[in-house]
């Protein structure tokens, strides 16, 4: 019988720690859409939001390496499954052919690598531009905090902020889409009529998320910060 570890480090294993690595992410993305998100709330919304995860302190480092593990063993994981595909087809196919049943194979799947690893080097950029970007101030309830909301608006006016920030959200929808079905059918959901509702609801769950995330610089940069949806 092998042990955990063998186990996990199989391809099967790393499939399915894969899959559990990004639930856990896209749990994460829809939490942080909503913090995002009150940035159209009361002009104080997003700050409070900010100031909040601030006053955790200490342990809001222990979170945050939390979440850089995730993220790195979820993509150490995703490329060491892409190298093991490589090693054992290494000239590829010029047709995608599945035995008995529809290749699920697509622009979504094939990219996955490259969307991957653009998106994980956009989150260190994302980290380093807002996390480390001008320290602006505000007062909150009678004490200072840092006006993050400022720095966002301000950076979303820039032509190649958003055009930057928006090409990685089209490449996660990609991602999502992909990464959402193939983490349900890893865990067992992979037989007919489930598979093919789980594929749809991945496709739906991709789009939506990220045209979230994607209206946030969007609507910013057309109105030039000062739309009907921003309160000050």
């Not at 622009?107 to 690893?117: D, E, H, P, T, V």
């Not at 349900?184 to 007919?192: V, Y």
């Not at 940069?221 to 309160?231: A, H, M, P, R, V």
């Amino acid at each position: 019988m092998p042990s955990l570890k063998q186990a996990l480090s199989s391809q099967v294993g790393r499939k399915i720690m894969t899959g559990i690595t990004g639930i856990g992410l896209m749990l994460f993305l829809i939490g942080h859409l909503g913090g995002n998100l009150t940035i159209f709330g009361t002009a104080d919304a997003f700050n409070i939001y900010t100031k909040t995860l601030m006053d955790l302190g200490p342990l809001l480092y222990v979170i945050e390496a939390g979440l850089a593990f995730f993220f790195l063993y979820h993509t150490v994981l995703g490329v060491s499954i892409w190298l093991g595909r490589r090693k054992a087809r290494p000239q590829g196919y010029d047709t995608y052919k599945t035995k008995g049943g529809t290749s699920h194979q697509s622009l979504a799947s094939r990219s996955m690598i490259i969307s991957g690893s653009v998106m994980f080097i956009f989150l260190i950029l994302h980290i380093i531009h807002f996390k480390f970007g001008a320290d602006y101030t505000t007062m909150i309830d009678g004490e200072q905090a840092r006006d993050l909301r400022k720095l966002v608006i301000e950076e979303f006016q820039k032509t190649w902020v958003v055009i930057g920030y928006v090409f990685v959200l089209v490449l996660a929808i990609l991602h999502l889409s992909h990464g959402f079905w193939s983490a349900f059918t890893s865990l067992g959901m992979k037989h007919g009529e489930t598979s093919k509702k789980v594929q749809l609801a991945a496709y739906a769950f991709g789009i939506i998320l990220m045209l979230g995330f994607i209206f946030i610089p969007v609507y910013i940069y057309i109105t030039g910060g000062e739309g009907s949806l921003i309160s000050y």
